[in-house]
């Protein structure tokens, strides 16, 4: 008897914090369910041949949220994928709606302490481009996290989980929903 694969029937949509996790967790879902892995921030910033900094520096957050729309809109009409969304991408409610329409939107749940030991370091994060980022972060994360809370389904991101750890956990997740569909090879 052969053994059995999963199969992705929607886009798989990863949101939450910066630092949690999305896009190193994206590339090792993609991996272990053989579909393309997908990143909103990559391909936003391939289509304005400028980083995301450049862009918030240049035409500002409202500009930058209207093509992070257009982008998901686009990525979510094709074929399933695991895809990334940046930090943000989730608050908008058009985005929130199209993801959960058209996708499965799962919550990578980080406690600040992860999330500061992760991203306290990059240079990266224009939202972080403050005088206390730590306190900019805490109020971000106290904002957001009642609009995560809105995703299908949540997995606990924690500092001893591998990314491998973590990938096994979102599939389990998924698995226990009923969103993934078993097929013989």
Avoid: C
Avoid at 57 to 64: A, K, L, S
Avoid at 146 to 174: C, F, G, N, W
Wanted: aromatic share 6%; hydrophobic share 40%.
């Amino acid at each position: 008897m052969p053994p059995n694969t999963l199969t992705l029937t929607r886009p798989l949509v990863l949101v939450g914090m910066m630092g949690a996790g999305k896009t190193a967790i994206g590339g090792a879902l993609a991996r272990k369910l053989g579909v393309q892995f997908l990143d909103s921030d990559e391909e936003l910033v391939r289509a304005a041949d400028r980083s995301i900094a450049e862009i918030f520096e240049r035409d500002g957050e409202g500009f930058f949220r209207a093509r992070e729309t257009e982008v998901i809109s686009r990525l979510l009409d094709g074929v399933p994928a695991v895809l990334s969304t940046g930090g943000g991408a989730f608050l908008s409610e058009v985005n929130r709606k199209l993801i959960n329409t058209k996708g499965i939107s799962v919550w990578l749940q980080a406690d600040l302490p992860l999330l500061w030991s992760r991203v306290r370091h990059k240079t990266t994060r224009p939202l972080l481009r403050t005088d206390d980022p730590l306190a900019t972060l805490t109020e971000i994360f106290n904002a957001r996290t009642p609009i995560y809370a809105h995703a299908q389904l949540s997995v606990e991101a924690r500092p001893e989980y591998s990314i491998d750890d973590m990938a096994d956990k979102v599939i389990q997740t998924l698995k226990d929903a009923n969103y993934l569909k078993e097929t013989d090879t």
